[in-house]
């Protein structure tokens, strides 16, 4: 290696260190883009920053440093003094189908952030810095607060709509009658499901906080003759009467202990062939070295860390799946990375 090969790696590594420690004020420059309406004001016409800034009750010169930095970011395109919006800036207009508009407000909401402050006291006690910081647990937190539970709602709808997109076409869901999705919030995932496959009927089962935008969902599908919402608290039981039982992106908020008692009341309620169908993140044994896998594993790490501060939960790899599911009853027979919606994979279980 030469000295100037040695000279470009120490400025990639130094680039990556600065880039990664200015995350916060980048997550922070989507935050405003969203609070600013700045990708719907663009519209499909390019405009100039003082145009903008007008119609969003701003200044001229800081909206076009906004803009300018949206740009960098890849957000936006800078020409000649006027900004469109790139096609991964679109995904911030909350009028587009799949929008993660709320999914970044709720991301980069102090309520979400606050927590990560004191990941270094979380990492040395284990503990969970959201109930220091707040003085309550996450979700008793969003049940005290409605427009916070709503927008949590939302984001977590958007979260899904990729997943949605795709597992009706990845699980064969001919096998069964009826889907029970145990944490099923706002019922989008089981409705792609349902409008997918005809024959099945199905079960929205949350807590009455979650199902609070439900009925509009199953309404919008056509579907409130074939599936229902169910309130209740998935830690005393689950509803009986489905043979599967789909669980989407639910057990990594919650300790071994409790996800075991979730996937138990899930066994006691499962016919004879039924499944249980886990959706979420595996972690690798392993962080990739390959930079184009890095990318997924990055996204599980950090959500890891997440669940760490913010809600006592954690992501898992097969192992720990298999244990949780062993204590509970169940036998893991196959994990299949969810291609198209990556970093999600299907795991899938059977009663011992």
């Given at each position: 290696?030469?000295?100037?090969?040695?000279?470009?790696?120490?400025?990639?590594?130094?680039?990556?260190?600065?880039r990664t420690a200015f995350g916060t004020m980048a997550a922070q420059t989507?935050?405003?883009?969203?609070?600013?309406?700045?990708?719907?004001?663009?519209?499909?016409?390019?405009?100039?920053?003082?145009?903008?800034?007008?119609?969003?009750?701003?200044?001229?010169?800081?909206?076009?440093?906004?803009?300018?930095?949206?740009?960098?970011?890849?957000?936006?395109?800078?020409?000649?003094?006027?900004?469109?919006?790139?096609?991964?800036?679109?995904?911030?207009?909350?009028?587009?189908?799949?929008?993660?508009?709320?999914?970044?407000?709720?991301?980069?909401?102090?309520?979400?952030?606050?927590?990560?402050?004191?990941?270094?006291?979380?990492?040395?006690?284990?503990?969970?810095?959201?109930?220091?910081?707040?003085?309550?647990?996450?979700?008793s937190?969003?049940?005290?607060?409605?427009?916070?539970?709503q927008a949590f709602n939302a984001a977590m709808s958007q979260a899904t709509s990729v997943v949605a997109a795709t597992l009706p076409y990845a699980f064969d869901f001919g096998r069964f009658t009826s889907v029970t999705d145990v944490g099923g919030g706002d019922g989008t995932?089981?409705?792609?499901?349902?409008?997918?496959?005809?024959t099945l009927?199905?079960?929205?089962?949350?807590?009455?906080?979650?199902?609070?935008q439900t009925p509009q969902t199953l309404q919008r599908h056509g579907l409130t003759e074939r599936c229902m919402p169910i309130a209740?608290?998935?830690?005393?039981?689950?509803?009986?009467?489905?043979?599967l039982y789909l669980i989407k992106s639910v057990l990594h908020d919650w300790?071994?202990?409790q996800v075991v008692t979730i996937l138990a009341n899930c066994r006691a309620v499962l016919p004879t062939g039924g499944r249980v169908l886990i959706v979420e993140p595996v972690l690798p044994d392993t962080v990739d070295s390959d930079p184009e896998a890095q990318g997924a594993d990055e996204v599980t790490c950090l959500s890891d860390l997440n669940m760490l501060v913010n809600v006592g939960g954690r992501e898992r790899t097969r192992g720990d799946f298999e244990e949780v599911c062993r204590r509970a009853g169940l036998s893991v027979t196959s994990v299949a990375p969810l291609e198209e919606a990556a970093p999600y994979s299907l795991i899938e279980a059977v009663a011992d």
């Open positions: 290696m030469t000295s100037t090969d040695v000279r470009s790696a120490g400025t990639d590594d130094r680039s990556l260190i600065i989507l935050r405003a883009a969203v609070r600013l309406r700045v990708i719907e004001l663009l519209g499909d016409t390019p405009r100039r920053a003082d145009e903008v800034a007008l119609e969003a009750a701003a200044q001229p010169q800081p909206m076009a440093r906004l803009l300018r930095a949206l740009a960098a970011l890849g957000l936006v395109k800078e020409n000649a003094g006027s900004f469109s919006v790139t096609p991964a800036g679109s995904y911030l207009d909350p009028a587009r189908p799949d929008s993660l508009a709320a999914f970044v407000r709720v991301f980069t909401d102090p309520v979400a952030t606050r927590a990560w402050e004191h990941l270094d006291a979380s990492v040395r006690t284990g503990d969970v810095a959201f109930d220091e910081v707040f003085g309550s647990d996450f979700f937190h969003l049940s005290r607060h409605p427009e916070l539970s995932l089981l409705a792609a499901v349902l409008d997918a496959h005809p009927t199905g079960v929205v089962h949350d807590s009455a906080e979650g199902l609070a209740g608290d998935f830690f005393h039981s689950v509803p009986k009467g489905s043979d300790s071994d202990d």
